[in-house]
Protein backbone atom coordinates (compact mmCIF):
# COMPACT_ATOMS: atom_id res chain seq x y z
CA UNK A 1 0.00 0.00 0.00
CA UNK A 2 1.18 3.52 -1.22
CA UNK A 3 1.49 5.88 1.64
CA UNK A 4 -1.37 7.97 -0.49
CA UNK A 5 -3.77 5.51 0.01
CA UNK A 6 -2.88 5.27 3.27
CA UNK A 7 -3.66 9.30 3.27
CA UNK A 8 -6.67 8.53 1.79
CA UNK A 9 -7.61 6.08 4.80
CA UNK A 10 -6.76 8.70 6.94
CA UNK A 11 -9.21 11.11 5.40
CA UNK A 12 -12.12 8.72 4.76
CA UNK A 13 -11.53 8.23 9.04
CA UNK A 14 -11.70 12.07 9.67
CA UNK A 15 -14.92 11.98 7.27
CA UNK A 16 -16.38 8.91 9.39
CA UNK A 17 -15.40 10.97 13.08
CA UNK A 18 -17.60 14.42 11.39
CA UNK A 19 -20.58 11.99 10.61
CA UNK A 20 -20.61 10.72 13.60
CA UNK A 21 -20.69 13.72 15.82
CA UNK A 22 -23.36 14.94 13.58
CA UNK A 23 -25.36 11.27 13.88
CA UNK A 24 -24.78 12.41 17.94
CA UNK A 25 -25.89 16.16 17.01
CA UNK A 26 -29.54 14.54 15.30
CA UNK A 27 -29.97 12.32 18.87
CA UNK A 28 -29.32 15.49 20.96
CA UNK A 29 -31.81 17.02 19.01
CA UNK A 30 -34.50 14.75 18.85
CA UNK A 31 -34.10 14.56 23.11
CA UNK A 32 -34.12 17.98 23.17
CA UNK A 33 -37.56 17.45 21.20
CA UNK A 34 -38.79 15.09 23.26
CA UNK A 35 -38.21 17.24 26.36
CA UNK A 36 -40.30 20.15 24.36
CA UNK A 37 -42.60 18.11 23.85
CA UNK A 38 -43.31 16.35 27.38
CA UNK A 39 -43.21 20.64 28.29
CA UNK A 40 -45.92 21.01 25.53
CA UNK A 41 -44.50 23.06 22.99
CA UNK A 42 -45.44 21.80 20.48
CA UNK A 43 -43.92 24.11 17.92
CA UNK A 44 -40.80 23.87 19.05
CA UNK A 45 -40.70 20.38 19.60
CA UNK A 46 -41.36 20.34 15.65
CA UNK A 47 -38.75 22.71 14.70
CA UNK A 48 -36.31 20.58 16.94
CA UNK A 49 -37.52 17.27 14.92
CA UNK A 50 -36.92 18.79 11.50
CA UNK A 51 -33.66 20.00 12.41
CA UNK A 52 -32.39 16.52 13.05
CA UNK A 53 -33.59 14.49 10.37
CA UNK A 54 -30.99 15.50 8.24
CA UNK A 55 -28.39 14.88 10.69
CA UNK A 56 -29.67 11.56 11.15
CA UNK A 57 -29.33 10.55 7.76
CA UNK A 58 -25.34 10.50 8.45
CA UNK A 59 -25.82 7.15 9.96
CA UNK A 60 -25.60 5.82 6.86
CA UNK A 61 -22.70 7.51 5.46
CA UNK A 62 -21.06 6.40 8.67
CA UNK A 63 -21.78 2.82 8.27
CA UNK A 64 -20.96 2.71 5.14
CA UNK A 65 -17.03 4.08 6.03
CA UNK A 66 -16.80 1.95 8.85
CA UNK A 67 -16.94 -0.57 6.63
CA UNK A 68 -14.62 0.64 3.96
CA UNK A 69 -11.78 1.68 6.16
CA UNK A 70 -11.62 -1.93 8.26
CA UNK A 71 -11.35 -4.08 5.29
CA UNK A 72 -9.02 -6.50 6.63
CA UNK A 73 -6.97 -5.93 3.22
CA UNK A 74 -6.29 -2.47 3.94
CA UNK A 75 -6.07 -3.29 7.68
CA UNK A 76 -3.23 -5.73 6.96
CA UNK A 77 -1.89 -3.59 4.19
CA UNK A 78 -1.41 -0.34 6.66
CA UNK A 79 0.12 -2.34 9.23
CA UNK A 80 2.78 -3.98 6.78
CA UNK A 81 3.35 -0.23 5.43
CA UNK A 82 4.17 0.87 8.83
CA UNK A 83 6.06 -1.66 9.75
CA UNK A 84 8.25 -1.26 6.78
CA UNK A 85 8.68 2.69 7.47
CA UNK A 86 9.84 1.77 10.77
CA UNK A 87 12.74 -0.18 9.70
CA UNK A 88 13.63 2.45 7.26
CA UNK A 89 14.50 4.23 10.31
Same mark, same amino acid.
Given at each position: ???????????????????????????????????? !?? !??????????????????????????????? !????????????????????
Amino acid at each position: MSAAKIYFRDLLGLTLIIFSVLTILGVIFDFLALIT !NI !NHEGALATTYLYESIPLLLCVFPSFILGKVI !NRPAWVSETEQYHLQAAKKQ
